[in-house]
């Protein structure tokens, strides 16, 4: 995933959280916020230090950047979205979170049906 694809600083973070919509299914919780001017989706990932230690939180951030990068041509253009991993992603294999995600971006309409 290219940097300019991803979200980094706090303080967009809170951006999306205070002004953006949400959505969560029991794996994962979904924010975004339209940004009209932007040409991509940008993405935040947020994985807690209750979920597990660093190994842990590293393949879910692992497993849910994968899954963009082949959802990429998919996903709706000019969204920031911000991923935030809960309890049961620590057992889930790529697969499982894959459809996780995939669930929430076709629930909220930010997977287009190409």
């Known amino acids: 995933m290219k940097k300019s694809y991803r ?5 967009e973070f809170q951006h999306v959280f205070k002004h953006g919509k949400s959505f969560a299914n029991r794996q994962l919780v ?5 940004k009209p001017e932007q040409t ?3 993405i935040g990932l947020s ?5 597990g230690n660093a190994v842990t939180r590293n393949r879910i951030k692992r497993y849910l950047r994968e899954a963009f990068h082949e959802l ?3 996903v709706e253009p000019g969204y920031d979205i911000v991923i935030i991993a809960r309890q049961p992603t620590k057992r ?5 979170m894959k459809k996780s995600l995939i669930h929430l971006l076709s629930k909220e309409k930010l997977l287009s049906k190409k």
Not at 7 to 11: E, F, L, S, V
């Open 72 to 74: 990429e041509a998919g």
């Open 7 to 11: 979200i980094k600083a706090n303080k």
């Open 40 to 42: 991509h989706f940008r």
């Open 30 to 34: 979904l924010y975004y916020i339209k």
């Open 92 to 96: 889930m294999n790529y697969h499982e």
């Open 47 to 51: 994985v807690g230090k209750k979920i």
